[in-house]
T-cell receptor, first 112, second 114 residues
């Protein structure tokens, strides 16, 4: 089945720094999604990507759908303490209609 | 607008007891998904429904797990009998498209089986 490798597993940064994380897949995906999960809550959708090469922003967040369709990247600029949480990538392959495959998550800690 | 609603938020039960988790999807959404999240296995899809019909239940771990969606605004996930290894956070998510990509998650139910 599809597998997603998300990296890094965790990040410790200073407030104001930029953050980059990525996901790679063993197979081609038609859709990439990025979610953020706060403690005790469900994942919240941040950005959805539907086209290879697509670059989409949501405030300080920017995500890209890789050209090979096997990877995606999320960047957070000028991090703030409330960016703390777990970030998940998720992808949907054309052969798995309705099913999302999730990465293992990147734990982000922001020091004030 | 109300998001996905799940109840209860926390459930503690003894091994062997029946557990029922409930979900109300976002109004107008056609698809509903049940996930389980653990530290070891991350987020796992258990089952999903399109227009109240179960489409794929291949993620349901075993016969002790069952899910129903009697109407467009309600779904249940039942575990009978429960076991300690079922302890996890169970999420319900819904999407507007049949088998849709943009899934919106509820707050989850934290289940502890002792």
């Amino acid at each position: 089945g599809q597998q997603l490798n998300q990296s890094p597993q965790s990040m410790f940064i200073q407030e104001g720094e930029d953050v980059s994380m990525n996901c790679t897949s063993s197979s081609i995906f038609n859709t990439w999604l990025w979610y953020k999960q706060d403690p005790g809550e469900g994942p919240v959708l941040l950005i959805a990507l539907y086209k290879a090469g697509e670059l989409t922003s949501n405030g300080r967040l920017t995500a890209q759908f890789g050209i090979t369709r096997k990877d995606s990247f999320l960047n957070i600029s000028a991090s703030i303490p409330s960016d703390v949480g777990i970030y998940f990538c998720a992808g949907q392959a054309g052969t798995s209609y309705g099913k999302l495959t999730f990465g293992q998550g990147t734990i982000l800690t922001v020091h004030p | 607008d109300a998001g996905v609603i799940q109840s209860p938020r926390h459930e503690v039960t003894e091994m062997g007891q029946e557990v029922t988790l409930r979900c109300k999807p976002i109004s107008g959404h056609n698809s509903l998904f049940w996930y389980r999240q653990t530290m070891m296995r991350g987020l796992e899809l258990l089952i999903y429904f399109n227009n109240n019909v179960p489409i794929d239940d291949s993620g349901m771990p075993e016969d002790r797990f069952s899910a129903k969606m009697p109407n467009a605004s309600f779904s249940t996930l039942k575990i009978q009998p429960s076991e300690p290894r079922d302890s996890a956070v169970y999420f319900c998510a819904s999407s507007i498209l049949a088998g849709g990509d943009e899934q919106y998650f509820g707050p989850g139910t934290r289940l502890t089986v002792t």
